[in-house]
């Protein structure tokens, strides 16, 4: 059975810091990994996703990094403002049953500082 | 485009009231919808997985007698929540994706149901 898990839970940094997001996956079978942002109370908003061929994508001042074989992901966030605070979570989309389906890391709790 | 919508975003009520929750793709034809339950600081866990016009598929651990799913056309999916108890409390969240349960066509999320049980 597939499990994410991210690391730190919680992070706290002064606003301009560059950071690292981690997440790690135990089945390197997956079709795609994505990185979803969730503000307190909402839902889900869309980052970055990674084609299980692929070993980065970049939108902005985000940077995410897939490493497949060793079922390792980050999430780099340059020149942090306080507008980032959320929740990331990470998520890898694999074949479960008939379908496929996405399996979600615990997330991260981002504060940035003014 | 790929809008979601759900509702309602919040909802209070008694223990062993029934709650309906919608979610609509404004924009696409939704094949397949998803539900997910969001317990406080933790991580979103699949309820059950429903296509247009047939029954949903549950997750192990989920009771669908409980959590009745409804997928009764390509825009709309309803989750109803059966005789809620407090333990049922939970954010929900829905999702939807253009194709079948093989699609690589990403799923879209609704902004969430806070469902709080008295």
């Known amino acids: 059975k597939q499990e994410v898990t991210q690391i730190p839970a919680a992070l706290s940094v002064p606003e301009g810091e560059n950071l690292v997001l981690n997440c790690s996956f135990t089945d390197s079978a997956i079709y795609n990994l994505q990185w979803f942002r969730q503000d307190p109370g909402k839902g889900l908003t869309s980052l970055l996703l990674?084609?299980?061929?692929?070993r980065e994508q970049t939108s902005g001042r985000l940077n995410a990094s897939l490493d497949k074989s060793s079922g390792r992901s980050t999430l780099y966030i340059a020149a942090s403002q306080p507008g980032d605070s959320a929740t990331y979570l990470c998520?890898?989309?694999?074949?479960?049953?008939?379908?496929?389906?996405?399996?979600f890391g615990s997330g991260t709790q981002l504060t940035v500082l003014p | 485009g790929a809008v979601v919508s759900q509702h309602p975003s919040w909802v209070i009520c008694k223990s062993g009231t029934s709650v309906k929750i919608e979610c609509r793709s404004l924009d696409f034809q939704a094949t397949t919808m998803f539900w997910y339950r969001q317990f406080p600081k933790q991580s979103l866990m699949l309820m059950a997985t429903?296509?247009?016009?047939?029954?949903?598929?549950?997750e192990q651990g989920v009771e669908k007698d409980k959590f009745l799913i409804n997928h009764a056309s390509l825009t709309l999916s309803t989750l109803t929540v059966t005789s809620a108890h407090p333990e049922d409390s939970s954010f929900y969240i829905c999702?939807?994706?253009?194709?079948?349960?093989?699609?690589?066509?990403?799923?879209?999320f609704g902004d969430g149901t806070r469902l709080s049980i008295l």
């Open positions: 998520a890898v989309e694999a074949h479960s049953g008939s379908a496929r389906q996405l399996t």
């Open positions: 999702s939807a994706s253009t194709r079948g349960l093989l699609s690589n066509q990403p799923q879209h």
């Open positions: 990674i084609q299980s061929s692929q």
């Open positions: 429903s296509n247009e016009g047939s029954k949903a598929t549950y």
